[in-house]
């Protein structure tokens, strides 16, 4: 099983909100990371957790907040976006096996809309 | 840093013909190279990877070669069909690195003409 949940599906939001994202696996890995796509572009990387620490910040704005309360979830806290942040948000997942960092599995995504 | 070039952006094919995606990168430490199949409102799906001490992958329909001399991996899917329709991006990692980060390429938006 390599699954990767993510909720909500869609979600809209004023510029005034606070919101979150959820992820959620349990394929026992212990790497997960928060991606943005914009329209017809690749994943961009935003955030990467390893042992639950956060590793990579690709200097993304305070409005975004990660949080990784155990090794299978993670979070994406949303408050006073942009309408450019509208978005697909996806989370993936991998193992890290000896210090590798092994495949990366997605989940569905959350489709953002900031209005 | 890495860089990663795809080509082409966008490629149509009759169903039953082959299709070829070809991707360089820049950074030779880099040793891994997934290759991801995005449907509409979908997230991206693993398809086939290759690591560097490898030359060839096939999996049924799909192969992906290696070329780490010159940089540049493809990915070649035989016998289309329509349902192969999709966005596909190539990425490189150093898998044994400080950063796990996988870098993509900007993708080609495959369409398999019945």
């Known amino acids: 099983d390599t699954e990767v949940t993510q909720t909500p599906k869609h979600l809209v939001m004023g510029m005034t909100n606070k919101k979150s994202l959820k992820c959620e696996q349990h394929?026992?890995?212990?790497?997960m990371y928060w991606y943005k796509q914009k329209a017809k572009k690749p994943p961009e990387l935003m955030f990467v957790?390893?042992?639950?620490?956060?590793?990579i910040n690709e200097s993304v704005p305070s409005r975004f907040s990660p949080e990784c309360p155990n090794s299978s979830l993670l979070n994406l806290h949303l408050h006073a976006l942009q309408p450019e942040d509208s978005a697909l948000y996806l989370c993936a997942s991998s193992q890290r096996t000896g210090g590798r960092w092994e495949t990366q599995y997605f989940g569905p995504g959350t489709r953002l809309l900031v209005l | 840093g890495e860089n990663v070039e795809q080509h082409p952006s966008t490629l149509s094919v009759q169903e039953g013909d082959s299709a070829v995606i070809k991707c360089t990168y820049s950074d030779s430490a880099s040793n891994y190279f997934p290759w991801y199949k995005q449907e509409l409102g979908k997230g991206p799906q693993l398809i086939i990877d290759i690591r560097s001490n490898v030359g060839e992958k096939k999996d049924q329909r799909i192969a992906v070669t290696l070329n780490k001399t010159a940089k540049h991996f493809s990915l070649h899917i035989t016998e289309t069909q329509p349902e192969d329709s999709a966005v596909y991006f190539c990425?490189?990692?150093?898998?044994?690195?400080?950063?796990?980060?996988?870098?993509f390429g900007k993708g080609t938006k495959l369409s398999v003409k019945p």
């Open positions: 957790y390893s042992y639950e620490k956060l590793s």
């Open positions: 990425a490189a990692q150093n898998y044994g690195g400080s950063q796990g980060n996988l870098i």
């Open positions: 394929m026992g890995h212990r790497a």
